[in-house]
């Protein structure tokens, strides 16, 4: 059995870019731009906004208002 993928650690890089470590000993870089421009995401655009992230038990958050599922940022983030 798989233990449940988690972001156990996440440092902002630079415009829309975060460093996010991972469970499983990974870390990638993920950039958000493209995440940023529809819906409730949109409030990412903002850099304050996006600077203010925290972590939550399984992956970032944006004020208990945006999340992302950890597989789908592993999936979509590059080996840094």
């Known amino acids: 059995m798989n233990p449940i993928l ?3 650690n996440a440092d902002y890089v ?3 870019v975060l460093r996010l470590s991972f469970n ?3 870390t990638k870089l ?3 731009w493209p995440l940023a421009q529809k819906g409730i995401c949109t409030k990412l655009q903002d850099l304050d906004y996006f600077r ?3 972590l939550d038990p399984f992956t970032v958050d944006w004020s208990n208002e945006i999340g992302f599922a ?3 940022l592993y999936e979509i983030g590059v080996a840094a």
């Open 6 to 8: 988690k972001v156990t």
């Open 14 to 16: 630079r415009d829309h």
């Open 24 to 26: 499983n000993g990974a």
């Open 30 to 32: 993920v950039d958000f």
């Open 52 to 54: 203010n992230y925290t």
């Open 70 to 72: 950890p597989e789908y």
